[in-house]
């Protein structure tokens, strides 16, 4: 439960993010150069107080590619030639229970790890959702926040509408920026693909929402079946 500290969150810092309700602050560049900036953990894709948006058309390997992430973060210092770093994670899940433990065990996982999961629950609304996440980012100091779907859990009914979009993601941005915690947002691309980050389904508020976009594909033509890009 995000209000309790499981023994595997244990030696944890608590954060000491900014309220979202606290007053507006006016500082010089001088000051917001004096601010701690935490490392990223995942370095360029990852960002304590950044979102970063992955999609992928469906069946390329979304899920899988975040749990290789997962482990890597505990086992590894780099990810695909990248930095790498521990954080305390939660996972916003789609999947059932019994495919998300399988799937850990294939990958080796440890009942040690601080990585929490909310996976489907009847009636569980965004916003309450939400809730739980901010509860989450204000226990535990620049924890990674990962919801994989987006479409699965913002309740959102159409996804080209940009007021829609907005509404639904202004608060993951205020959780962001306010407690340092990162979101991975895992998303589907257009049936018609896209270049230039411009592959994400939905309205353009979903890309202009984030900091940092990813795309999943398959490899090339000829190449493994198991080769994918980003």
């Known amino acids: 439960s995000p209000t309790s500290r499981p023994s595997c969150m244990a030696g944890w810092p608590v954060t000491h993010g900014r309220s979202e309700s606290s007053p507006l602050t006016i500082r010089t560049l001088a000051e917001l150069r004096d601010v701690e900036t935490p490392p990223w953990i995942w370095q360029g894709f990852l960002l304590p107080a950044g979102i970063t948006l992955l999609s992928a058309a469906p069946k390329v390997g979304k899920t899988t590619f975040v749990g290789h992430l997962l482990r890597a973060m505990w086992t590894d210092e780099e990810f695909l030639g990248y930095g790498i770093r521990p954080a305390p994670v939660l996972v916003i899940s789609e999947e059932a229970d019994t495919l998300i433990a399988a799937r850990a065990d294939a990958l080796g996982f440890s009942d040690m790890w601080p990585i929490g999961w909310l996976t489907p629950e009847p009636g569980r609304t965004w916003e309450l959702t939400l809730a739980l ?5 204000n226990l535990y100091s620049n924890p990674l926040i990962i919801v994989d779907t987006l479409s699965r859990h913002w309740g959102i009914d159409d996804e080209n509408d940009n007021d829609k979009v907005e ?6 941005i205020a959780i962001a920026r306010t ?9 589907h691309t257009r049936k018609t693909g896209g270049t230039g ?3 994400s389904r939905g309205g353009s508020a979903i890309v202009g929402a984030v900091d940092i976009v990813v795309e999943l594909r398959r490899g090339e033509r000829g190449s493994p079946p198991n080769h994918r890009r980003i």
């Open 167 to 172: 509404r639904a993601l202004n608060p993951v």
């Open 133 to 137: 996440i901010r509860r989450y980012a």
């Open 197 to 199: 980050g411009l592959a």
């Open 179 to 187: 407690t340092g915690a990162s979101f991975l947002l895992v998303h």
